[in-house]
Nanobody
């Protein structure tokens, strides 16, 4: 059974930083492309970032490009999302997922950007 547990969320002021982690178990971590998606209050799930399995190349939504960095540690079965220069519109529940639509995702971690 696939199990993904996100952590690292919290309350931060605009311009601040957070680092999210996603601990993965139950499937061969290094064999899957992985993604971060988010859901803001009252909005649909939104794809944020992904890292390609074979190339290791990262991909980002335009709204976070240049501010967020996705990475993975295959030895630790952990996916990360470094978020810098946070904006109020980044407020959402963040999930790691095995597909870009977020169909298979963890329980999420809340990120609130507010002054």
């Amino acid at each position: 059974e696939v199990h993904m547990v996100e952590s690292g969320g919290g309350l931060v002021q605009p311009g601040g930083s957070l680092r999210l982690s996603c601990a993965v178990s139950g499937f061969p971590f290094s064999a899957f492309s992985l993604y971060w998606v988010r859901q803001a209050p009252g909005k649909d799930l939104e794809w944020v970032s992904g890292v390609n399995l074979s190339s290791g190349r990262p991909y980002y939504a335009e709204s976070v490009k240049g501010r967020f960095t996705i990475s993975r540690d295959n030895a630790k079965n952990t996916l990360y999302l470094q978020m810098n220069s946070l904006k109020t519109e980044d407020t959402a529940v963040y999930y790691c997922a095995t597909d870009p639509d977020g169909t298979s995702r963890g329980q999420g971690t809340q990120v609130t950007v507010s002054s």
